[in-house]
């Protein structure tokens, strides 16, 4: 019952920020858990941030830790994940997820909303 559109990829410099947003349709965003994930060419879909519905928990994956900052706006139907300090590593399409269950997790399993994506390039 809800509808995500991710924005914000592009391409940076190593060491640079880049800030992702995720825009959700429908009436009941406030209801669900959000998380972000990453995959890039030929590799598996990995966790990198999760926040929970009214954004009093957040997870996020040990490469990301400490550069990454996941944030929810709820009056404004929208989850940021803003990222500093970025490496090439970080190179990847990365997708918006909702879970109707509410709970902040890292398996992707968890989440029955999905957006399309946004590329994210970082440059060396």
């Known amino acids: 019952q809800v509808q995500l559109v991710e924005s914000g990829g592009g391409l940076v410099q190593a060491g640079g920020s880049l800030r992702l947003s995720c825009a959700a349709s429908?009436?009941?965003?406030?209801?669900?858990?959000m998380g972000w994930f990453r995959q890039a060419p030929g590799k598996e879909r990995e966790f990198a941030a999760a926040i929970s519905r009214s954004a009093g928990y957040t997870k996020y994956s040990d490469p990301v830790k400490g550069r990454f900052t996941i944030s929810r706006d709820n009056a404004k139907n929208t989850v940021y994940l803003q990222m500093n300090s970025l490496k090439p590593e970080d190179t990847a399409v990365y997708y918006c997820?909702?879970?109707?269950?509410?709970?902040?997790?890292?398996?992707?399993?968890?989440?029955?909303?999905w957006g399309q994506g946004t590329q994210v390039t970082v440059s060396s």
């Open positions: 429908g009436r009941t965003f406030g209801t669900y858990a």
């Open positions: 997820a909702a879970s109707s269950g509410g709970l902040v997790n890292a398996f992707p399993q968890s989440y029955n909303y």
